[in-house]
């Protein structure tokens, strides 16, 4: 479990750690949640203690006066309402369970917009105009599903930097004297793959209605190659060496490579620097998939008019994963883009520029928006259970550092925002 509130009530905790990946697999603490909260080496106690927190901004970013608006959403539960989402900013829309989010945001902003820009045939839930989409140039969703679903897909093929890192071996002299070309260094084409294995570096086992099991394979122990195609190095490295290498340490090695040297950057930028180059996709946990994704939005060029749709992205992860995740969200929303996330976590709510809380209530109790505006607005909000809980946190001895000297964000009555400052970096506290 990684909720708060569970861990503090558990009667006890088993803490493994340090960290990820390679850097982690060991019994870091146990104990009581009091226990915990003074192991020095565990990061979920530092957490729990308040040594350690989440970031959030002192004040939300300004609004753009750009909207993209849904009219007349009636889908499901939803009333017959009008929501209208702000450009250029990170917007979190919350509610109960049951309450329209994953309605309003999933099946029908999604869909519509895809129907729009892409000319999707994926038919939106029911709603009756959508505006402002022209200020889009993508609507892009990105979830917890894996960045593959065969061993043959791995970070390095996903990132695009394999394709970088097979031209590197086919320029090695040893590989013009063979004649071998960047196609032999592929796992997906015959010639420098192992035949047994057909490059996967695992044999799949059939199990007659179970789940096929995978075993390494017997002929190149893992990996993937045939001894002709390992027998290049480059730097006594061979194209299997690189793969089994993390992307930390893959770093120094092709830092000469500038867009492999800037795709592994942003990977270690948010936390994947654990995870190896050819390590299994069907490996990574949602977490991790999710981050990749990221990552790898953040390295493309950007045009500050994509709109990225995350469906509560916070599900699975730890505390300190949290932080990395929203240090990447905003750094998406910093570039320009607009960033609209579903979430019940405190964490990210009070972290959005701007909030849509739907309900009040699940199922027929809900449907309709109770409450939109700034963290602190929401937090004045009568019948918002999103604003008792926002409330709580102000109130709070923590909260009350937070609370932004400038006045309160409010809408001009044709829509557009108020003048407001763009937030420096010490607008940020814990």
Same mark, same amino acid.
């Given at each position: 479990?990684?909720?708060?509130?569970?861990?503090?009530?558990?009667d006890?905790? /088993?803490?493994?750690? &340090?960290?990820?990946?390679?850097?982690?697999?060991?019994? /870091?603490a146990?104990?009581? &949640?009091?226990?915990?909260m003074?192991?020095?080496?565990?990061?979920?106690?530092?957490?729990?203690?308040?040594?350690?927190?989440?970031?959030h901004r002192? #004040?939300?970013?300004?609004?753009?006066?750009k909207?993209? @608006?849904?009219e007349?959403?009636?889908?499901h539960?939803?009333?017959?309402?009008?929501?209208?989402?702000?450009l250029?900013?990170m #917007?979190? /829309?919350?509610?109960?369970s049951?309450?329209?989010?994953?309605?309003?945001v999933?099946?029908?902003?999604?869909?519509?917009?895809?129907k729009?820009?892409?000319?999707s045939?994926?038919?939106?839930?029911?709603?009756?105009?959508i505006?402002?989409?022209?200020?889009?140039?993508?609507?892009i969703?990105?979830?917890?599903?894996?960045?593959?679903?065969?061993?043959?897909?791995n970070?390095?093929?996903?990132?695009?930097?394999?394709?970088?890192?097979?031209?590197l071996?086919?320029?090695?002299?040893?590989?013009?004297?063979?004649?071998?070309k960047?196609?032999?260094?592929?796992?997906?084409?015959?010639?420098?793959?192992c035949?047994?294995c057909?490059?996967?570096?695992?044999?799949?086992?059939?199990m007659?209605?179970?789940?096929?099991?995978?075993?390494?394979?017997?002929?190149? *122990?893992?990996?993937?190659?045939n001894?002709? @195609?390992l027998?290049?190095?480059?730097?006594?490295y061979?194209?299997?060496d690189v793969?089994d290498?993390?992307?930390e340490?893959?770093?120094?090695?092709?830092?000469d490579?500038?867009?492999?040297?800037?795709?592994l950057?942003?990977?270690?930028?948010?936390?994947? %620097?654990?995870?190896?180059l050819?390590?299994?996709?069907t490996t990574?946990?949602?977490?991790e998939a999710?981050?990749?994704k990221l990552?790898r939005e953040?390295?493309?060029?950007? #045009?500050?008019?994509?709109?990225?749709?995350?469906?509560?992205?916070? #599900?699975?992860l730890?505390?300190?994963?949290?932080?990395?995740?929203?240090?990447?969200?905003?750094r998406?929303?910093d570039?320009? *883009?607009?960033?609209?996330?579903?979430?019940?976590n405190l964490?990210?709510?009070r972290?959005?520029?701007?909030?849509?809380?739907?309900g009040p209530? %699940?199922?027929e109790?809900? %449907?309709?928006?109770?409450?939109?505006?700034?963290?602190?607005?929401?937090?004045? /909000?009568?019948?918002?259970?999103?604003?008792?809980?926002?409330?709580?946190f102000y109130?709070?001895?923590?909260?009350?550092?937070?609370?932004? &000297?400038?006045?309160?964000?409010?809408?001009?009555p044709?829509?557009?925002s108020?003048?407001?400052?763009?937030n420096?970096?010490?607008d940020?506290?814990?």
């Open positions: 479990e990684h909720d708060e509130e569970t861990i503090r009530h558990a006890y905790v /088993v803490d493994l750690g &340090p960290g990820a990946g390679k850097l982690g697999g060991q019994l /870091v146990e104990g009581t &949640p009091e226990d915990i003074h192991a020095p080496a565990s990061l979920t106690g530092r957490y729990l203690s308040g040594e350690q927190g989440i970031m002192m #004040t939300p970013r300004a609004l753009t006066g909207w993209v @608006t849904v007349g959403a009636r889908s539960n939803l009333r017959d309402i009008t929501a209208r989402f702000p250029g900013v #917007t979190v /829309v919350t509610g109960v049951g309450s329209g989010k994953s309605t309003l999933n099946d029908i902003l999604y869909r519509a917009l895809a729009e820009l892409y000319g045939r994926e038919e939106p839930g029911e709603y009756t105009k505006r402002g989409f022209e200020n889009i140039d993508k609507a969703r990105i979830d917890q599903s894996p960045i593959g679903r065969t061993p043959r897909s970070p390095a093929t996903y990132t695009g930097v394999f394709t970088a890192i097979r031209d071996f086919a320029m090695l002299p040893e590989s013009r004297e063979r004649g071998y960047a196609g032999r260094f592929s796992f997906n084409v015959t010639g420098g793959r035949e047994a057909q490059g996967d570096g695992q044999r799949r086992i059939e007659n209605f179970l789940p096929d099991v995978y075993v390494q394979c017997e002929v190149c *122990n893992g990996r993937r190659y001894q002709e @195609t027998a290049v190095k480059f730097n006594g061979s194209i299997a793969l290498l993390s992307i340490d893959a770093l120094p090695l092709l830092a490579i500038p867009t492999v040297r800037q795709k950057e942003t990977l270690v930028e948010v936390g994947l %620097g654990y995870i190896h050819g390590q299994a996709a990574l946990s949602g977490g999710q981050r990749m990552a953040l390295s493309k060029r950007q #045009t500050g008019r994509t709109l990225y749709l995350l469906d509560e992205p916070t #599900t699975g730890h505390f300190d994963d949290v932080r990395k995740l929203l240090e990447v969200l905003h998406l929303t570039l320009g *883009n607009t960033v609209i996330i579903i979430e019940h964490d990210v709510i972290n959005a520029d701007w909030i849509i809380d739907l209530e %699940g199922g109790d809900g %449907g309709r928006i109770v409450a939109e505006g700034t963290p602190e607005q929401i937090a004045g /909000v009568d019948g918002s259970h999103t604003g008792e809980f926002l409330k709580r109130e709070s001895a923590q909260g009350r550092a937070s609370i932004s &000297p400038v006045e309160p964000f409010a809408l001009t044709n829509g557009s108020g003048k407001r400052r763009r420096a970096k010490k940020w506290v814990q």
